[in-house]
């Protein structure tokens, strides 16, 4: 069994090709640059950019099977300031064209493209207690950034190739994937990593600065869990699109007490501007429970615990 990973490089490409080494695959990995904090397990990295319409064709190989997780991305602080929105929308969509066009002319087995539960409307995320994420409430099309936009585009793409040219996808909304080994400064953090960070590097006593009132809801699923998700779809007949996430909904404060929980410390929370999304979203995944059998099986807090301990071991090696 041979799988080519794009985005190999990156948190979720990188723990999923080591789930695929530890399941018997050979792996081939692409990216831009090598893991960050651990070296790569893949059969063969390729150091390339995915932007590149032959580097695409010369990876793709006739019945392997394509994880799809490369793209322009981050946490709200680069997600949503503006700044990025033509790049992030340029890149990923070349990307995507790009490894759909190869899928095609090579005949490949089965092709999975992550999505992302920032295509969700923000008409139905205004509420940070009742937020509406059902895989049917994708339209009428509204998402609150341009990154929400291409990955919307980019569903449509993955399913008018699967009809018109007969290749066999799937397609999963990931709702915050979070734990070891991802981002966890520089601004492209999401929001668990940059909290343990800002937990980890403060004093007992001090402040902790939050973006917004902080009531503003998410749902955060841990690493494990969301490749048990994507395994479960690849090896299903169903398409999808569907959510793998978790219901566990939480306030940005909440998220905080939790994280100062773990670290033994307590901090006063001191509110800021700065961008924030719509004010809830978490996943909604009657779907994925009646079609695939699958739920989330740990807590956040269980997620959390060996999150912060690393992130905690990265910022005081940092500080050495």
Not at 31 to 53: N, S
Not at 120 to 128: E, G, H, I, L, S
Not at 132 to 158: H, I, N, T
Not at 240 to 245: L, R
């Amino acid at each position: 069994m041979e799988a080519l990973v794009c985005g190999a490089g990156g948190f979720i490409g990188h723990h999923l090709v080591k789930r695929l080494k530890r399941e018997g695959w050979f792996v081939r990995g692409v990216d831009l640059k090598y893991p960050e904090f651990e070296e790569t397990l893949a059969d063969d990295f390729v150091i390339g950019d995915l932007r590149d319409a032959s580097l695409c064709r010369d990876l793709v190989k006739p019945g392997c099977r394509v994880f799809q997780l490369a793209a322009d991305m981050g946490g709200a602080g680069y997600v949503f300031s503006g700044e990025n929105d033509a790049v992030i929308m340029h890149n990923s969509a070349t990307i995507n064209l790009n490894m759909l066009e190869a899928c095609r002319l090579k005949g490949i087995g089965k092709i999975f493209f992550s999505s992302s539960a920032c295509i969700y409307p923000a008409y139905n995320q205004q509420d940070p207690d009742n937020p509406v994420c059902s895989e049917d409430s994708a339209y009428p099309a509204q998402p609150d950034s341009e990154y929400g936009w291409e990955k919307l585009f980019s569903e449509r793409m993955y399913f008018a190739y699967a009809r018109n040219f007969g290749l066999d996808v799937r397609i999963a909304r990931f709702h915050n994937i979070f734990g070891p080994l991802g981002t966890w400064q520089g601004g492209r953090e999401k929001a668990p990593a940059a909290m343990c960070r800002k937990i980890a590097a403060a004093d007992d006593g001090g402040e902790l600065e939050i973006w917004g009132d902080g009531e503003q809801t998410r749902s955060f699923l841990y690493i494990d869990e969301c490749l048990d998700g994507i395994f479960k779809l690849m090896a299903s007949n169903w398409s999808g699109p569907v959510n793998i996430g978790s219901e566990e909904m939480v306030s940005i404060n909440q998220l905080a007490e939790m994280v100062m929980a773990i670290a033994g410390k307590k901090l006063r929370i001191v509110h800021v501007d700065g961008p924030q999304g719509v004010r809830g979203r978490t996943s909604d995944n009657r779907l994925i429970e009646a079609k695939l059998f699958w739920k989330p099986q740990q807590s956040l807090e269980n997620g959390l615990v060996p999150t912060y301990a690393w992130i905690a071991e990265q910022w005081k090696a940092g500080r050495k």
